[in-house]
């Protein structure tokens, strides 16, 4: 089975991504995750929380972000190290894009609507 995952645009599992920050337990509750398992997302660099008053807080991108993560691990079978791959190379490829329409120039990986299917980075 093909999983089709467009960060920018999919909501994960159906359930809108909210556009302020929500708790750890929002995450636990909403991705079905253990707070064992974001801790290592968070302590891997993967995603940065805000903390306020010893809890943690995820913002939009970080949820998309999570969500991303927890579709290569569930559904597609990646571990660790090739999440690390994948993330540094969307990072890589968002980068060229940008650069090239900042520089006018139309690259042929973006669609026909003129848009890029990865999430903002930080």
Known sequence: MITRFDPVYWEPGGIPVPDHEVSLEWLERTFSVSPKEIRLLVREGFVSPTSREGEYFFDPVS???????????RNMGVNMAGIEIILNLKSQLHWHISRLRREGESPDVLGSGGTVSFWETE
């Open 63 to 73: 949820i998309r972000k999570i969500a991303f993560i927890l579709v290569l691990k």
